[in-house]
């Protein structure tokens, strides 16, 4: 156990943590939406992600996007490849409810039967992207060669400034304001505006809210939607952040994602960003103090551990005030 | 003796699903006769050489050699199929990691019972044992049943008392974990894996002149014994008062537990079981192919696994076994689709799910629950 | 009436203490479902819990059968302290229950459903179950019998009947027949033995009902606890189910009564406490509750001193 490199760059090893913890704090927030309201791991959600990454790779490779390119361009670069990832996700987010959730619905299926849809619909998604890569970039698909596609770099990593010792890199700037504006938006949207009241009314009361007026399918597309988005523009950090992407490159995300939002409390939206964050951390300390490819396991260790000892998530529970 | 077992069997085939219903309506020494010839059938599969149904194998070549080596697998899945029937259908509980008990009994064999394996090779030195020596096959099979439902054990005791949401995530991350371990970790060989995994008559050698590498029907025999070993122990559970703890715990925990049955209990030993049938699975499944790695264990294996059960019909052990050989049988039947593979699957369980949630051959019970459910659904939802 | 159906105290009657709630105070979040109520349950009698709808009579049933835990206070049972254990736990001590709006295993026989009752009283252990090892020496009226009259089929029920003597039967067997045995005494005692075969999602509603008085009998309980019972039955009904509260007295059970219907409480119950707003009001003989000005101010929303 390397303590020594861990304590050596603390700061620097947490602002690492805190930039990737971003990234999963958008995700976790569709994962918590979603279960708030439905009571269901959405698990085709990493899909919507995955989705707006290639819609980004698809604008930046129409517009010709190179290395490092100027300002202005760069600017209509991130514009662009923001509002495709959005749209992409959003759209995706959007059909997955309307195909294969609302169905359920209305049969009003056992929680079972949705986990195993949810999966099903994931499984598709993440293949059907697989094998049209396989056969558009290599012509006769033959082989299950399933690529890893690039991008490029449109923003070169460089530090923007440092406190202490611990530089931050303008990479990680964009992704922490970007993450924090995101959530307050969030925030603002579901606390004050009556889209947000008719969210929360249904995620305590369906029923109730029905009888008051709420249109519970136009609520829940909402939420999809919202998710989408946010996960949209996780896709564009991603895409400025590491520069590649594959067809599962949803799914350890997803994984750790849903983590963080359990980590947060279900349900509760500032603790899916706090999840986010502080299992970015973690994970970041586990694989400097291992020094070896053990990081992955850190997010299920921690998942179960919150699950034995505080189910509820480190913020409680909110939105649905969810109980078993 | 006989108005027992006709009672309760009566009743269990007034549940039994609609295509049951015809084979349930027939004397039962009719349908042990049938049984019987059945299972005849089974074993003659690898022997099929009838010209006319050559399109059933999947060797194009006449005598080919693979079609029993796809028989095997259909049968190491079917097993796989029944355990997880027990944790799934019988208990009501979600396993996205069953693929972790598979990989558990797969290595107990190879970590014990390979000479290259770095267990057995610590082992040697420690003990002063010659090189070729390690754990016997046939001791290595009550060391992986012990270590599965050891694991097994592990893993539900904290993780069952939660929502069931929950508990799919944690068995998921349970799977991705072994996987992980296994990768990683030099006792089980790391990413090369481990090779060297004896049969039933020892360490592969050209002298293993029954379970050898060129006649697969012997090891396709083994596997299907097995299954109805396992078959049978399993319904014997069922038409017990486990069974009917099962059952009860299923339709409403809270009563149940109101008239004395613990829940957590009896869930803790199905998922025991079914940890232990997974494992067994596993150690069939090693012992055939000599050499396992990591990469098998992947979660889109367990995800496979989950939707054997589920298309098939959670809780009928009729309808498991059918998902089990149709998805382990129908992407080697169309191999040249095998880059579709996983979506096929995904789009299965997808339309399965959306149209006829109850599987192929449902039990009776659960396709009445599903219509119980979908007609008392509110007209706003 | 068969031996069966037979409680606990029906050869041996005794008169102390059964049950004893002890300042039970239940509070959740910020309602107080219950303020320090305490009453007592005598081995032997028929004791009415009533009180109007919110009094906290379901919630006081769920504190003693470990569905809730109190916040303060206790309950015991036979000396023994049932507040915080599991509901499994509190059933094999000798608390059973019904509920307000009968739980049922829907896709179960009604036969089936009482078994589960009967199992809980049995030492067949899941792995018993399985490998069927431990085995006990038949009566020759257990052995199964030779009927056919030629043939194959003798030759096949002789063997078995060869083999059940050499071998034995297993625990799990007969502990089945005598679970099915009692089952059906139960079902009979309560009336509905001509549906025993029948999905308990397709009996009537009154069947339903006794249904669940059967299966709380099967777990073999020291004290019966009633949930409304009577709910939904006509006069006529509400009097065969006095008269089956009475036998099951009559058969050595304790039964404790929640109920609405005030001439069903008057008739069959010894004593009655009285609940309203999660605190107890009154306790007493029948006729004593009746003319007790504070029950009926709890009733009829008269000012107690306007009475």
């Not at chain 1, 970041?284 to 997010?299: F, G, P, R």
């Not at chain 3, 509905?192 to 397709?202: E, G, T, V």
Request: glycine letters at 12%; aromatic letters at 10%.
């Amino acid at each position: 156990m390397n303590f020594d490199e861990l304590f050596g760059h603390f700061g620097q090893h947490t602002v690492d943590g805190l930039a990737k913890g971003a990234i999963y704090a958008l995700v976790a927030l569709g994962y918590t939406l979603v279960y708030g309201v439905l009571k269901l791991i959405n698990f085709a959600h990493s899909e919507v992600f995955m989705v707006g990454t290639f819609a980004v790779v698809g604008v930046w490779t129409a517009m010709g996007a190179t290395d490092s390119p100027p300002v202005g361009t760069l600017i209509l670069l991130l514009v662009a490849g923001l509002a495709a990832a959005m749209a992409a996700s959003g759209l995706t987010a959007v059909a997955t409810e309307r195909i294969a959730y609302r169905r359920l619905r209305r049969m009003n299926a056992p929680p079972l039967i949705f986990l195993i849809t949810a999966i099903g619909v994931s499984l598709v998604l993440s293949e059907a992207y697989g094998v049209w890569l396989a056969r558009f970039f290599q012509g006769d698909g033959l082989g299950s060669q399933r690529l890893v596609v690039g991008m490029p770099a449109v923003i070169k990593q460089d530090v923007l400034f440092s406190v202490g010792g611990t530089d931050v890199t303008n990479i990680q700037f964009i992704i922490f304001v970007s993450a924090l504006v995101m959530m307050a938006g969030l925030d603002q949207f579901i606390n004050r505006t009556r889209y947000g009241r008719g969210v929360r009314a249904v995620a305590q009361n369906p029923d109730t809210a029905a009888l008051m007026g709420v249109n519970k399918d136009r609520v829940i597309v909402l939420i999809f939607l919202l998710g989408g988005l946010l996960a949209g523009v996780a896709a564009l950090l991603w895409a400025i952040r590491y520069g590649n992407t594959r067809f599962n490159v949803g799914f350890v995300l997803g994984l750790k994602a849903f983590t963080a939002a359990v980590l947060g409390g279900i349900g509760n939206l500032r603790g899916a960003l706090l999840g986010g964050l502080l299992l970015g951390v973690v994970e970041v300390y586990a694989a400097t103090l291992t020094q070896s490819n053990w990081e992955d396991v850190a997010a299920f260790v921690v998942l179960v551990v919150v699950l034995l000892f505080r189910p509820t998530g480190l913020l409680g529970e909110s939105l649905g005030r969810a109980r078993a | 003796m006989m108005e027992i077992i006709r009672s309760w069997n009566d009743r269990r085939r007034d549940l039994a699903g609609g295509v049951g219903d015809r084979w349930r309506a027939l004397p039962r020494w009719q349908r042990a006769v049938a049984f019987v010839a059945f299972v005849g059938f089974l074993y003659y599969l690898p022997l099929l050489g009838i010209p006319g149904l050559t399109w059933l194998r999947t060797d194009y070549v006449p005598g080919g050699n693979n079609w029993a080596g796809v028989l095997f697998v259909c049968a190491v899945y079917v097993l796989v199929a029944i355990g997880l029937n027990v944790v799934v259908g019988l208990a009501g509980l979600l396993d996205l990691g069953y693929v972790g008990f598979f990989a558990i009994g797969a290595y107990s064999v190879a970590l014990f019972g390979s000479t290259q394996s770095p267990v057995v090779k610590a082992l040697q030195n420690q003990l002063g044992l010659p090189q070729d020596w390690a754990v016997a096959w046939a001791v290595c099979l009550p060391l992986a049943i012990a270590l599965t439902m050891i694991s097994g054990v592990i893993l539900g005791w904290p993780t069952l008392r939660l929502r069931g949401d929950y508990l799919a995530i944690v068995t998921l991350g349970f799977g991705e974990i072994i996987r992980i371990v296994a990768r990683n970790s030099s006792w089980t060989g790391g990413p090369q894996g481990i090779a060297g995994i004896p049969g039933p008559q020892g360490a592969p050698s050209a002298d293993n002149d029954i379970f050898g590498f060129i006649d697969v029907k012997p090891w396709y025999w083994l596997a299907l014994t097995v299954v109805l070993a396992m078959v049978f122990g399993v319904r014997r559970l069922e038409q017990s008062r486990v069974g009917r703890a099962w059952l009860a715990i299923r339709e409403d925990e809270d009563a149940a537990g109101v008239m004395g049955v613990s829940g957590f209990k009896y869930k803790l030993w199905a998922f025991a079981m079914g940890a232990a049938l997974g494992g067994l699975s596993g150690f069939v499944f090693a012992s055939r192919f000599n050499f396992i790695d990591p990469t098998q264990f992947n979660p889109q294996l367990s995800i496979l696994f989950v939707a054997m059960v589920v298309v098939g019909g959670a809780g009928n052990m009729a309808g498991v076994a059918l998902g089990a050989f149709l998805l382990a049988y129908l992407p080697e039947r169309f191999r040249g689709f095998e880059e579709y593979r996983n979506l096929v699957f995904g789009l299965a369980l997808v339309l399965v799910m959306l149209i006829r949630p109850q599987g192929l051959i449902p039990s009776r019970r659960r396709a009445r629950e599903l219509e119980d459910r979908a007609k008392e659904a509110p007209a706003n939802v | 009436m068969s031996e069966l159906v037979k409680g606990p105290d029906a050869d041996n009657p005794r008169n102390d203490v059964l049950l004893a709630v002890d300042h039970v105070t239940l509070r959740f979040g910020g309602v107080v479902a219950l303020d320090e109520v305490s009453f007592e349950v005598r081995r032997g009698e028929i004791l009415g819990l009533i009180g109007p709808n919110g009094a906290g009579k379901t919630t006081c049933f769920n504190a003693m059968t470990g569905v809730y835990r109190p916040t303060t206070g206790e309950v015991r049972f036979d000396g023994q302290r049932v507040s915080g254990r599991k509901p499994h736990e509190i059933n094999r001590l000798g608390i059973a229950r019904t509920f307000q709006n009968i739980r049922l295993f829907p896709e179960m026989t009604a036969l089936e459903n009482v078994m589960v009752g009967t199992d809980s009283q049995h030492k067949t252990s899941v792995v018993g179950a399985l490998f069927r090892l431990y085995r006990v020496r038949p009566r020759p009226d257990e052995l199964p019998a030779v009927t056919a009259p030629g043939g194959a089929v003798r030759a096949w029920q002789q063997t078995r009947r060869t083999f059940a003597k050499t071998f034995g039967i297993s625990r799990h067997t007969l502990e089945e027949r005598a679970g099915e045995r009692k089952g059906m005494a139960l079902l009979r005692f309560v009336g509905i033995a001509d549906r025993a075969n029948d999905l308990a999602r397709n009996l009537p509603y009154g069947y339903q009902r006794r249904l669940e008085i059967a299966r709380a009998l099967a777990t073999e309980p020291k004290l019966l606890c009633l949930d409304e019972p009577a709910a939904g039955f006509n006069p006529a009904e509400k009097e065969e189910l006095l008269q089956l509260i009475r036998q099951i007295r009559e058969q050595g059970y304790t039964v404790l009564l929640i109920e609405h219907d005030m001439r069903l409480v008057m008739g069959v119950t010894d004593r009655i406490v009285v609940l309203e707003f999660g605190k107890k009001i009154a306790e007493g003989s029948p006729a004593q509750v009746r003319d007790d000005p504070k029950v009926i101010a709890a009733y009829l929303g008269v000012p107690a001193d306007a009475a």
